[in-house]
């Protein structure tokens, strides 16, 4: 597709339920980030994906979070026995594989609003 | 810590005047400084970004910002708003050279008033 794509858009969950979310990134692109957005916060990093390496989780708030990148393109962020402060907004990000000291612009999903009641 | 600090939450200027969003961040390392645009339910737009070229950085939209390092700033300007222009922006930077996840300030909502 043109852009990030995720989804669901929105998603209303009651706690201790599971959830999944999924990112679509711009095709080509080899590295993928997940941030959480907070009512009245900033962007918060959850965990990065950069082609084969292993994925940087250290912005993941517990061990509730996980995610998982298939075949280098799709990914699921998962949150297990969610807590109502998991309510957020989860963007997804996705930029071509930056090699050495170079820096590639990252270019963000419209984002999942997650409600947990 | 390393941070971004964003001064004011919310910011309301008429139409046609000037536009100035305040950033200030704290690095140990020369940091990688952007703006970002969000718009009500949509995702993330690059406004601009430093990295260590110029320091005057122009931007889409007519946004253009400096990066003063002695200030530890990298503030956010355009000359006249517009109506469009109400939104809520973001700083963020690469304060780290070895992570490439960006940290973000907590964004300041701009009203534009005809």
Known sequence: ?117 | AQSVTQLGSHVSVSEGALVLLRCNYSSSVPPYLFWYVQYPNQGLQLLLKYTSAATLVKGINGFEAEFKKSETSFHLTKPSAHMSDAAEYFCAARLDTGRRALTFGSGTRLQVQP
């Open chain 1, 1 to 117: 597709g043109a852009g990030v794509s995720q989804s669901p858009s929105n998603k209303v969950t009651e706690k201790g339920k599971d959830v999944e979310l999924r990112c679509d990134p711009i095709s080509g692109h080899t590295a993928l980030y997940w941030y959480r957005q907070s009512l009245g916060q900033g962007l918060e990093f959850l965990i990065y994906f950069q082609g084969n390496s292993a994925p940087d989780k250290s912005g993941l708030p517990s061990d509730r979070f996980s995610a998982e990148r298939t075949g280098g393109s799709v990914s699921t962020l998962t949150i297990q026995r969610t807590q109502q402060e998991d309510s957020a907004v989860y963007l997804c990000a996705s930029s071509f594989m930056a090699s050495g000291g170079n820096w590639n612009e990252q270019f963000f999903g419209p984002g999942t609003r997650l409600t947990v009641l």
